[in-house]
Every structure is written in structure tokens, then in C-alpha cells.
């Protein structure tokens, strides 16, 4: 989760100097997209452009290879035919040596200079709307990206989905070496609260004065400032004493009257968690943003900030903000979960595929269409169960039946007796 934020965040200079502190190598480092969910057709291939040159009899190790190539054109003077892609990747192809050497003096370069260049890869699922072919693509940019670790001042970051990651795309000699490295990008609670009170914190105006002075009251002392930018203390980052009372002076001690209806600090993340017990940073933000807004409307007098039924309908928010999200990256899924609109969970597994059944009667054949269907469509029903699992939309129970977390269950419309209301 938030893998394009730090794409955006090692793009940015003054973050990266800001990040520098902790990495001291970021600071002298020149950092380009190999590919980005912006567009950029000088910098990288778009789907299109990818699916001709593979027509064409182009390996995706050598276009990959061609990315890498305009890079280094970039960052030390070299002649490479840039006219169009395939001319790039031909002279690629063709000059296995003259390349070699454009690595080989691009990295002596920059180790003369004391700096460093690192080249990222995010959004991959663009490559291509077929999983098979995504897998030929990802598996050679990780062949490329273990071709460049022989150079100390050349790195490459890539950054994939879960559902990527996953699949057979390491089977090659030495992937080893690019799994050693691997860091999974995931989100504690005390993380997603420290992020809450670094971005409070450097809120602009009066709000900002406000809430710094809401923070100090608490804390004891006000946020450090740095380069125009608020710094909350450590302790504010991790799960801590001082942590709880921040939020419990936002939010008040429980979700209701009394203990028996929750904590707010730690209801607040759990009801966003998907079904692999993960909360994202958006979805923590957009719904703590909603319940401001909606406790300023409706509870203008309460006592704290956030009222406690602001905090369920910021919930309600971020519900509805994650399933356009999930539509947007697997456009398959609402197909599947609109027959399920109306459902009370948890439920037999029985109860679900009758409704897929009945809305859906040819199958997936709507759904083979779709950009990267199911991965394991020719299971059946149970194939889409299982991967509605690894997305975190379905959970399976101790006793069998299916349940759906919050996040999911609220914006796609199902019920739970007791819990958050559905979006109608």
C-alpha cells in the first residue's frame, strides 16, 4: 500500500532531501520513472507501444533494456537513437557491447561525482491486459533490474501489487539476490496515526496554530520545526501513551457512552482493515477527513472534534472512496459484487455462488473481457472466492461462511447485524 506514493516521494527533491536525513544516499541521488502511472512516452512505453514492440519480435528484456538506456542518456552525454521506441530498442539489440559500455562509464561517472542514480518502476499492471503477458513483462524488468546490481551507483526500485508478486515471475538464476531486498510496504496502526498527526500538524493558517497547540498541550512540548516543515516527536509515531491521548482529545474515549462500544483509536483503524488485517493510508485519512466534516455539521457542540457516529459515517467515506479504488485497479470485481448487494454477512459460501448464478448466468464470459480478469477464473466460483481472498475483499470464517471487513462490506452494500450501516 502506497506504492505510488513513493514513487511520487523519491521524485520529489525537497522530500528526498527531507528522506536523506534517514538515507543519507538520497541526498546525492538522481532519481527517473521507468515507468509511472503518468504518461510519458520519452521516458517509457505505454501499453500500446508495449504490445506493438512484442508484435514486432521484441523481447521485453530488451525493451526494458531500452528504458534503462534513454536513462543513462540522460544522466551522462550519449548518443542513442531516440526517434521512436523501436529505433531505440534495435540499436539495443544490436550493440550489446556499445551498451555495456554506456553502463559501464554512466556508473564510473557518477562514482567520480559521489552520486547516484535510481530508476523506478511503478503501476506495472499497464503493461498489458493479459496476466500472461504481464508475467513475461515483470519477470525481464526483474531480469533488468538484477543486470544493473552489478553497478554500485546504478539501483532500480520496483514496486508491485501483491497479486503480482505472487504469481511465477522469479524463476530465473539469481532471482534470490532480488528477494533479499524485498520489503513489503504495509501500514501498523501506530503508523497510520503518526501520519495523522505529522499531516495535522503542518496544516496551513489558524487550523495549523490550532492543532499544534492542541498537540503541545498534550505532549509538552510543541512539534520541532525544520525547513518550514513540522516534525512530531518520536514517541507520537509508535504505539505509546502519548499516541492514545492525541487521538483520545480528537476522538473522546469510547464510541458511544461507555467501554462497551470500542476504543476510538483503535476502532477508528481495525473497521478500516481489509481481510488481511491491512489498513491503507488513504483510506485512515479520507474517512479521520469525513468524520471532521460531518461532527462540524451535525455535533457542532460536542465536546471533542470527532463524534463518535462521525467516526462510523467516515467509515461509510472511505468505504465507498476503496471500492472505486478496487474498480479502478481490478475492474472485474464490482461484476461480481453487485449480485452480492443486499446480503447479510457472514454466510455460506452456498448463498454467494447462488447469486452469481442467477445475475451472472454465462459465467465469465463477461468477465474474460475485463483488464487481468480473475487469475483463477478456470476454478469456477470457488476460483473467484479464492481470489476475492488474496484481495482482501472476502475473509473466510473458523466455521466456513464468508464475511466481508468493513471497508469492503460498507461500500459494496452488504449488511451485518450491528455493524456499520451499508451505503444505500
Not at 493558517?205 to 503541545?216: C, F, I, K, Q
Not at 467509515?315 to 472505486?324: D, N, T, Y
Not at 483463477?376 to 484481495?391: I, K, M, N, P, Q
Amino acid at each position: 500500500m502506497g506504492k505510488s506514493f513513493w514513487t511520487a516521494a523519491l521524485r520529489a527533491p525537497d522530500l528526498r532531501q527531507t528522506l536523506g536525513k534517514s538515507v543519507k544516499e538520497l541526498q546525492a541521488t538522481d532519481v527517473h520513472v521507468g515507468f509511472g502511472v503518468a504518461p510519458d512516452i520519452d521516458a517509457f512505453p505505454d501499453m500500446e507501444v508495449f504490445a506493438q514492440l512484442i508484435d514486432n519480435g521484441y523481447e521485453p528484456f530488451e525493451i526494458w533494456k531500452g528504458v534503462v538506456a534513454r536513462w543513462l542518456s540522460k544522466l551522462e552525454p550519449v548518443t542513442i537513437p531516440a526517434g521512436t521506441w523501436e529505433q531505440t530498442i534495435h540499436w539495443v539489440r544490436d550493440n550489446p557491447e556499445l551498451l555495456a559500455r554506456v553502463v559501464q562509464d554512466t556508473n564510473s561517472a557518477l562514482s567520480n561525482k559521489g552520486r547516484f542514480g535510481l530508476i523506478l518502476f511503478d503501476a506495472l499492471d499497464r503493461t498489458s491486459n493479459d496476466w500472461g503477458m504481464m508475467d513475461r513483462i515483470v519477470k525481464d524488468l526483474l531480469r533488468v533490474v538484477l543486470w544493473l546490481k552489478s553497478y554500485p551507483r546504478l539501483h532500480a526500485k520496483v514496486f508491485l501489487r501483491e497479486d503480482q508478486s505472487d504469481r511465477t515471475i522469479t524463476d530465473f538464476p539469481d532471482a534470490s539476490k532480488l528477494l533479499a531486498t524485498k520489503a513489503e510496504l504495509t501500514w501498523a496502526s501506530h503508523d497510520l496515526h503518526g501520519l495523522l498527526w505529522q499531516t495535522l500538524c503542518n496544516s496551513p493558517g489558524d487550523d495549523g496554530d490550532n492543532l499544534r497547540a492542541l498537540y503541545a498541550s498534550v505532549i509538552g512540548a510543541a512539534p520541532r520545526s525544520e525547513n518550514s516543515v513540522w516534525l512530531i516527536a518520536e514517541d507520537v509515531k509508535r504505539e505509546s501513551t502519548k499516541q492514545r491521548e492525541l487521538f483520545n482529545a480528537l476522538a473522546g474515549p469510547w464510541m458511544g457512552r461507555d467501554r462497551r462500544r470500542g476504543v476510538p483509536y483503535i476502532w477508528s483503524v481495525s473497521h478500516l482493515a481489509d481481510g488481511r488485517g491491512r489498513t491503507s493510508p488513504r483510506s485512515f485519512l479520507a474517512a479521520i477527513r469525513q468524520a471532521a466534516e460531518d461532527s462540524l455539521e451535525t455535533y457542532p457542540s460536542y465536546d471533542q472534534p470527532l463524534h463518535f457516529e462521525s467516526i462510523k459515517r467516515g467509515v461509510q467515506k472511505a468505504s465507498q472512496i476503496r471500492v472505486l479504488e478496487m474498480a479502478e485497479d481490478y475492474p472485474w470485481v464490482p461484476k461480481v459484487m453487485d449480485p452480492l448487494r443486499g446480503l447479510t454477512v457472514p454466510c455460506q459460501f452456498d448463498s454467494v455462488e447462488e447469486r452469481w448464478k442467477l445475475h451472472l448466468p454465462l459465467g465469465f464470459s463477461d468477465l474474460s473481457e475485463q483488464r487481468l480478469p480473475p487469475q483463477h477464473a478456470e476454478r469456477g466460483w470457488s476460483g473467484v472466492r479464492s481470489d476475492l481472498e488474496r484481495l482482501g475483499i472476502f475473509e473466510t470464517m473458523k466455521d466456513g461462511r464468508v464475511n466481508l471487513p468493513d471497508l469492503y462490506r460498507v461500500g459494496f452494500g452488504l449488511g451485518r447485524r450491528g455493524g456499520v450501516k451499508p451505503v444505500k
